[in-house]
């Protein structure tokens, strides 16, 4: 059992599988962060991170999608687009919102949007361009898993506890194996 564990193919295994569950880990932190410490106020590279919360946009995106959202250029948003954007009137006070761009106007004051949930029958009030955090780009399919996993607590505890634990208990083996080999080392010489 011995000769097995200090083969190299089970090192390099081992050394694969840690990173695996290193970068899981570190993209969990990610979007934690970026959501919820800095409130969606962060970018990266101009684009940041949402989370549907509603119905709303139905079959488009379900409840727990993450969608990656870029692009203020208010000029370039069309009719089609599906706009984020904080609310300011009503239910959608202090709520981000994503719905699709109906209408566009232009005046003195810059763009304005109408906006409606493609699942709701009635539109949403007028969204000025001050408002928008920009265009949905991309739904990322395995942040949403991420998501929905996170978001229940058995996931929570697999997904995130256990790889921790199972991380600290690997690096607590790979020390003892060095300080065994050190000893042994040293008694050669």
Do not use: C
Not at 61 to 67: C, L, R, W
Not at 94 to 122: A, E, F, L, P, Q
């Amino acid at each position: 059992m011995k000769k097995i564990l200090n083969s190299k193919f089970v090192k390099i295994l081992m050394g694969i599988f840690k990173a695996i569950i290193w970068i899981v880990a570190i993209m969990i932190v990610i979007v934690i962060v970026m959501q919820r410490v800095f409130d969606n106020k962060v970018t990266i590279n101009n684009y940041r991170i949402f989370t549907i919360a509603t119905g709303s946009m139905l079959p488009e995106y379900k409840i727990g999608d993450v969608i990656i959202v870029g692009s203020k250029d208010y000029d370039k948003i069309k009719v089609g687009d599906d706009l984020v954007y904080m609310g300011e009137v009503a239910d959608y006070k202090d709520k981000i919102i994503t719905h699709r761009v109906i209408d566009i106007n232009y005046n003195n004051n810059g763009y304005s949007y109408t906006t409606k949930g493609i699942n709701n029958t009635d539109k949403d009030p007028i969204v000025r361009q001050s408002q928008v955090y920009g265009v949905v780009k991309y739904k990322t399919v395995l942040l949403s898993l991420l998501s929905r996993v996170l978001n229940n607590s058995y996931g929570f505890y697999f997904l995130v506890f256990v790889p921790i634990v199972l991380l600290i208990f690997l690096e607590i083996l790979d020390f003892i194996k060095s300080k065994e080999e050190k000893l042994k080392n040293d008694q050669a010489e």
